[in-house]
């Protein structure tokens, strides 16, 4: 018998990690390898930022505090809440959490029983279903192809509601495609959401700060007041402000379900870092304009890479309205052959051809439950991009 539980062997590792070790492995072999699978801002954390974290530690800010958050930033919370998505919320609304990843676990670990189904829209964020699986319930996956621009439609969304959904989960922008919803595509999915009261809708506005194009970003409680009741709002500071290890991640909801993942957050890990949370209400409650001129290097990028796959015949790319990432086709590489008489079956065939031969390491789009696809990351240099696209078009152009 094995000596792990049941619900352990039910989920992997996460394949975005795991592409970057297997990357990490071949560097240490003398391989150089452009990473372009992990979702992290190459951004240092503003400096403001730092200093208020420094100014939490010399104050003595190092103990424990309550354990979902302290006051002050759940207030610093309230407020960009309010001035940035027109939400309003109570103290007792708010969850802190070890990033964005905690807050989600805890939300789905406190609602889900036996059975519970969680509808996930496909494209996702690997994370989401396999944070179900671990907390008893069931995922239930939602085709969002390339067609409907890798966004839910209300037909979609109908078809998988069962008297067993307890949750929907919307990601905007989108990690791994970085589609974006309309105000009025939310409005859509909303109203197919009021004819089913039992449904709570979690809604993971990570990447609501980067964006393009003067695309406006919307979130669903904000668009429809009578979902907001039963919406949990998540977002943090992690890729806005360029603070993934700081580990503060933050939501807005149901003051029940905020309750209970408090319950769960104390008897688990206790209060996100006394330091970080200093640092993430210096972030909120501090200026945003350095942003412009990140999202504009972004943009750049993007649009690099967006260029670069175009002229390789065989894939093809929408271009995402934010996040970091671009998700290309690569309908047109299957079936091709490698020079070594190796045929190109699958996405994860195609993403180790460019891993041996581009030394440039992605993800296949199967990890995010659509295929054949892949991804990657552009919140890298942009000279490590222009060498990666560079590297990606030969070794396509070895394909035959
Ligand atoms: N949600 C999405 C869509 C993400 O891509 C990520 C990070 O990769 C997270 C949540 C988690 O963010 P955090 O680092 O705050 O846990």
Redesign the pocket.
Known sequence: ASRLSSRLMAVQPSPTIAMTRLAAEMRRAGKEIIGLSQ??PDFDTPEHIQRAANDAIAAGKTRYTDVDGTPELKAAIIRKFRRENGLDYEPAQISVG???????YNALLATLDEGDEVIVPAPY?V?YPDMVRLAGGTPVIAPCPEEDGFLLTPRTLRAAITPRTKWLIL?SP??PTGAGYSAEALAALAEVLLAHPHILVLT?D??EHIRYDGWQFATIAAVEPRLAERVLT?N????AFSM?GW???YAGGPADIVKAMATLQSQSTSNPSSVSQAAALAALDGPMDFLAARNRTFRERRDLCLAAFDAIEGLSCRKPEG?FYLFPSCAGMIGRCRPDGRVIESDGDFVMWLLEEAGVAAVPGSAFGLAPYFRISFATATEQLERACARIEAACKKLS
């Open positions: 979702g992290e070890t990033g964005g990843k905690q807050v989600i964020w994370s990601n989108s990690n993971d990570m990447y998540v943090g500071v992690s890729k993934t580990r503060i991640g996040a």
